[in-house]
């Protein structure tokens, strides 16, 4: 994440963001959904509370944790 400290954005911004989850989800909202805004940038926001706030990340960081993912990095937070 380079450093830099993320802050969660208004909902202003996200009017209009089409959001969606992963096919793997549960059917009891414990989902992480993510959608693609102008400006090369992605949302982030838990489906629990989608009025809550939402975490923005340029794509790049995004590619970054993808890759972590399928490369096994996060498997130790999995119980």
């Given at each position: 994440?380079?450093?830099?400290?993320?802050?969660?954005?208004?909902?202003?911004?996200?009017?209009?963001?089409?959001?969606?989850?992963?096919?793997?989800?549960?059917?009891?909202?414990?989902?992480?959904?993510v959608a693609?805004?102008?400006?090369?940038?992605?949302?982030?926001?838990?489906?629990?509370?989608?009025?809550?706030?939402?975490?923005?990340?340029?794509?790049?960081?995004?590619?970054?944790?993808?890759?972590?993912?399928?490369?096994?990095?996060?498997?130790?937070?999995?119980?």
């Amino acid at each position: 994440m380079n450093g830099q400290t993320r802050t969660s954005t208004s909902a202003t911004r996200l009017t209009g963001a089409q959001w969606r989850r992963s096919r793997h989800s549960g059917a009891i909202g414990n989902c992480v959904e993510v959608a693609a805004l102008d400006g090369n940038e992605v949302a982030m926001r838990n489906s629990r509370d989608p009025e809550g706030p939402a975490l923005i990340y340029t794509r790049a960081e995004i590619a970054a944790f993808v890759a972590g993912a399928k490369d096994g990095e996060f498997d130790d937070f999995i119980s």
